[in-house]
């Protein structure tokens, strides 16, 4: 039987782990989520994820050889230090190296919203409803905007390793100044923050995430 198979979805708000059986269609063995905690800082978010894989050895009493990990922004392919992240205390650090020196485990780093537009492009809704797509866009809306794109099931990764990314695109200056240096990108104007920002400032009411 093929070993079991440890992934980590490092987000913004709250970190998920999952340990599954790779079969046809796969068999969880354990999933859970913890918050990321990422106004604690970069080493926080570490001993955050090192949580996680604790609590799930704990629950199948096994140990990870590797651990894949999706992430915000993406590794730099020349720098290997990880950029383009709305969980801005990760840009600029070698996060790879750090986890595995953390963890003494084999890491593997992909952008969230490429391993989203990959999975949903071979073995989710694109499968179901246009199985012969050529060519798929993934799109998160959540802390911040990202974007995949597929092209015949493989990730376009790009020379900069940013193929995809839409986020900062300037969209509309109703958006305000972001981080990366623009005004009104596309994440400042459909992110989660933002779209409650904007129901906050035509109801006069807070929207409350169902969590
Ligand atoms: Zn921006």
Redesign the pocket.
């Known amino acids: 039987m093929a070993k079991p198979l440890w992934g980590i979805d490092l987000g913004g708000t709250k970190i998920e782990g999952v340990v599954l059986q790779p079969e046809a269609k796969p068999n969880v063995l354990a999933r859970l989520r913890i918050p990321t905690e990422s106004a604690r800082g970069y080493e926080h978010i570490i001993s955050q994820i090192k949580k996680v894989i604790g609590m799930l050895s704990v629950q199948t009493g096994l140990q990870p050889e590797l651990i894949r990990i999706c992430t915000p922004g993406t590794l730099d392919p020349i720098t290997q230090t990880l950029k383009n992240s709305n969980t801005q205390c990760l840009n600029g650090k070698p996060f790879k190296q750090d986890l595995e020196q953390a963890l003494q485990i084999s890491i593997r780093i992909a952008n969230d919203a490429n391993c989203f537009a990959l999975a949903e492009a071979n073995m989710g809704v694109v499968q179901e409803i246009l199985p012969k797509a050529e060519v798929v866009f993934g799109v998160i809306l959540g802390t911040g905007v990202d974007g995949g794109v597929v092209v015949h099931n493989k990730v376009i990764n790009g020379r900069q390793g940013i193929g995809g990314e839409w986020?900062?695109n300037v969209l509309d200056v109703s958006g305000g100044p972001?981080?990366?240096?623009?005004t009104g990108?596309v994440?400042?104007v459909i992110s989660g923050p933002a779209l409650e920002n904007y129901y906050q400032s035509i109801s006069g009411k807070t929207y409350v995430c169902q969590k």
């Open positions: 986020g900062h972001c981080y990366c240096g623009k990108c994440e400042k």
